[in-house]
């Protein structure tokens, strides 16, 4: 009975061991997983910075009918910027390099057509053609309805598109705002300027100001 009880005494190390060894192995793959994760967020998000910049002197047309010629786009995109937003917007260095349909298939009649992606050599025209049609906000061109938009990545796209409902109740609110690179949206408010980065966080900003609005009594005279 005695050397039975040591023999289960020693298997029973044994195992509390290996069990202890195992834990301890868990433990430092968990935490190289989480160090893995971490470096490929932080490797994601400068890759998706680096790409968003080598698309900073891109202009993003919507709009443009398909049956527009898809010959010399450039010379046809050049012309019509200018037609648009006039020859003085732009430096004496405007000059479309590259400019092409998106990268999908041709749409169906009645669908709306692909957007334009137009390179250009100066940023400084591209800052410019963005100011002024901001400016303009309806742009007309052979009876088509132009917008002008920056050229960003998929994913910084997705996160401006989260500011939309925000950025509706601002202008209703008559509050300036504008967004910034990558999606940081600046809003003046009485002198004071504050930044938004959570679209959530904007959404409560603004559901206090509207509260607010709705509590401040009128102060228009009243009919008797």
Known sequence: MSERLDKQTERVDQVE?????????????????????TELDILKHKMDDL???????????????ESTSNVNMEKIV???????????????????????????????SGVPPRPVIARLLN????DAALKRARELK???????????YPDFTLQVQEVRKQFLPGKKQLR???LDYRMLYPAKLRVDVEGNT?????????EQFVNRKLADKRNTPSTEPMNV
Do not use: C, W
């Open 17 to 37: 061991k290996r069990v202890s060894s195992v834990e301890d192995g868990q433990t430092a793959l968990a935490s190289g997983q989480l160090k893995a994760n």
């Open 51 to 65: 790409e968003s910049r080598s698309r900073r002197n891109n202009l993003r047309i919507v709009g443009l009918a």
């Open 78 to 108: 050049e012309s019509l910027l200018i037609q648009l937003l006039g020859q003085d917007t732009f430096s004496a260095f405007f000059v479309v390099e590259q400019a092409h349909r998106s990268l999908a298939a041709r749409p169906p």
């Open 123 to 126: 940023y400084r025209d591209r």
């Open 138 to 148: 309806t742009l007309r061109y052979e009876g088509m309805t132009l917008s002008l």
């Open 172 to 174: 209703d609110l008559q």
């Open 194 to 202: 504050i930044f938004f980065t959570d679209h959530k966080k904007l």
